[in-house]
Each structure stands twice: as C-alpha cells, then as structure tokens.
C-alpha cells in the first residue's frame, strides 16, 4: 500500500521559515522524480518544486531562490525548505510521486506511471 505524508505546515509570519516532510512508504523513491505542489484558496493546483529521478531541482518562478527541495533515498523522504514565505504561499502543499511545473520558460514534467499523492499539509503565512 503507497503512502505520501506530509507534515511540517503551520501558521507562521511573513519572513519565517518552514520545511515540510513527505514522508513516503510502498514505494522506492530513489529513482523517481517527486514534486511538490501547491493549492491556494480559489485557484487551482499548482506545481511549486520537483527534485528529479536523475537528481535535478526545478521550481516554479514564484519560489526559486526562497524554497529548497531535496530528498532523503534512505529514508525514503522528500523535503521543502521554504524561507522568506510570504502571505501569497499559503496553501495546502501536496507531495507526490510526479513532477509538473512551469520553471522558467519551460514546462517540466516526469511521470513514470505512479500518481500518487499525499492528503497535504496546511501552510498559512499571516501577520
């Protein structure tokens, strides 16, 4: 049985920090790209992040240079540092066993078969 679960979300300030965990069982996520996503209130699923099957980073343009994504083979985990969040990130983040984002001018996408996704963790950045 896979599971995706996130955890590390909360209600933090303009400024601060979170890093959110996915943790993932069922599966072997060594080589399989794994995003994240994110849906705001009102709008749409978005892809944010994809650390790739082949080991390359990806991020949307709203958070490069402010969240880092990275992966734990071992532990079967995937990560998401964000720093300098602001109001405009709150949403429900989503891990899954996919990538699909605009980054930069290009549209990446890795998908082997396997959607999967977690039930997502709440993120509220508020003053």
Not at 42 to 71: L, M, N, P, W
């Amino acid at each position: 049985q896979v599971q995706l679960v996130e955890s590390g979300g909360g209600l933090v300030q303009p400024g601060e920090s979170l890093m959110l965990t996915c943790e993932v069982s069922g599966f072997t996520i060594e080589k399989s790209g794994m995003g994240w996503f994110r849906q705001a209130p009102g709008q749409e699923r978005e892809g944010i992040s994809c650390t790739a099957g082949r080991g390359d980073e990806y991020y949307h343009d709203s958070v490069k240079g402010r969240f880092t994504v990275s992966r734990d083979n071992g532990k079967n985990t995937v990560y998401l540092q964000m720093n300098s969040l602001k109001p405009e990130d709150t949403a429900v983040y989503y891990c899954a066993s996919r990538c699909g984002l605009h980054a930069g001018t290009t549209y990446y996408n890795e998908y082997y078969g396997m959607d999967y996704w977690g039930k997502g963790t709440v993120v509220n950045v508020s003053s």
